[in-house]
């Protein structure tokens, strides 16, 4: 709107108070939100657990007063709390917690949106809920369509989390850190897409040349040719967040790879191959992960150690199995909790060691 001034966000909780007041009278607070042993029909809200949730912006409706809005500074914190206390909750389905996340950290989105920060502020937040937002999406795994949450809907709402970042690096001066970082977290989220690889290779020269970019470079590169034995050995490197953002494609790189050692070893007669072998190539969780994938694609066992390739047998259907994906993604956290991958300056580089192959 012409001559506007977007305002500055003053309020100081997670959740205004007359959000709170609200939802309590209409009975919309999520057990999250509820203050401890508060029980009965009527519960009471937490204001240190209460977080304002999405209200969608219609047209015609007046715009939030600065007492609606939180500051940059508040917004952060919000992401803070998410990550260390709701994300990590172990008295919840990932579902639930998932669900929760996403609307909440999609309100922060809005907050940003309807007020006035500078650059270097509203990235700072975009980053951290974007990065909180992988971290549990991730962690729904293979039955992520079950449960209080549409994976469809948390799908685009990553996808519009990494558009409003890139456009504020884009309409920025910065500085921005952890740019790179998160850049080559969008090609690896976007792995295989052409467009996505265009975008990235829009980017100047400098910011493609830093470690994190070449090596999502390097992933989507052996991605596209098809070459499991790189494509893992470089996955086994990636640090948790990239771990994050990558695991949605780890299903469909291991049924690739799979089908091309059916066409390469398949015979009338059937040649075997050592689960050991598979799980190594294919940074499976163990031998059961292995001969379950197996079984999945219509490969039958030799015993307990070893596949067969018998010619006609493989098959595809439904989606790929997604694993477990504790080698890949679950172990790398090392010790650190999600709050401090999130709210860290800077991602490491690799978890085992530098990648240097591009």
Partial sequence: ????????????????????TQREKERRLHR?????????DRPRADPQRAVKEYSRPAAGKIRPPPSQLRPPSVLLATVRYLASEVAERTDA???EVASFVADRLRAVRLDLALQSASDVETALVLESALAVLL???ARLGPNATHGPVDPMLLQAQVQESFGSLRRCYALGAGPHPRQAT???LFLLYNLGSVEALHEVLQLPAALRS???????LAVDSAFREGNAARLFRLLRTLPYLQ?????????RARRGALAR??????????????LGFMVHLLALDGPKEARDLCQAHGLPLDGQERVVFLRGRYTEEGLPPAGTCQILVGNKLGGRTLEDVVMAEEEDEAVDRPVTEI
């Fill in 1 to 20: 709107m012409p001559g506007y001034e977007l305002p500055v966000g003053t309020c100081l909780d997670m959740c205004p108070a007359a959000e709170r």
């Fill in 32 to 40: 999250f939100e509820v203050a401890p042993g508060c029980r009965g």
């Fill in 93 to 95: 389905s990932c579902a």
């Fill in 135 to 137: 971290a549990v999406v």
């Fill in 182 to 184: 998160f850049q080559g």
């Fill in 210 to 216: 830093c470690p994190a970019l070449r090596t999502a």
């Fill in 243 to 251: 771990s994050c953002a990558v695991q949605c494609h780890v299903g």
């Fill in 261 to 274: 050692l059916a066409r390469a070893l398949s015979t009338s007669k059937g040649q075997t191959l050592p």
